[in-house]
Every structure is written in C-alpha cells, then in structure tokens.
C-alpha cells in the first residue's frame, strides 16, 4: 500500500517528531509508514488522516 503522508506532512510544516508526538507513536513508526514498510492500524490511519486534514482514502492507495 502506497501513501502519501510524507508530501502532505511537509506541505503541513511538520516533522516526523511532531507526527509521532502527537499521535503517541515513535517516530520510528512514523518513518516505517512513509517508507511503506508498515502499515499502520485503522485508528492510527484516521487519526493521521484528521491530523494532515485529509481523508485515509487520500493517504493510502492500494498499489
């Protein structure tokens, strides 16, 4: 599953820390997600998704 969250991260101003911190996750987590090498629960998704302002449809694409 691709995504998007480290273009619409940046385009927020935020740092992966900022991400993690907020979410209450490491930011090792964060940067397993924006390199498609984890892919995070349902809760963690929509919570991403309310943080960067957009939908999870619009985050995560099925490749």
Sequence with gaps: MKNNIKLLRKQAGLRQEDLATTLDVSRQTIIAIEN?????????AMNLAKLLKTTVEDLFELE
């Design 36 to 44: 498609n090498k984890y892919n995070p629960s349902l809760e963690l």
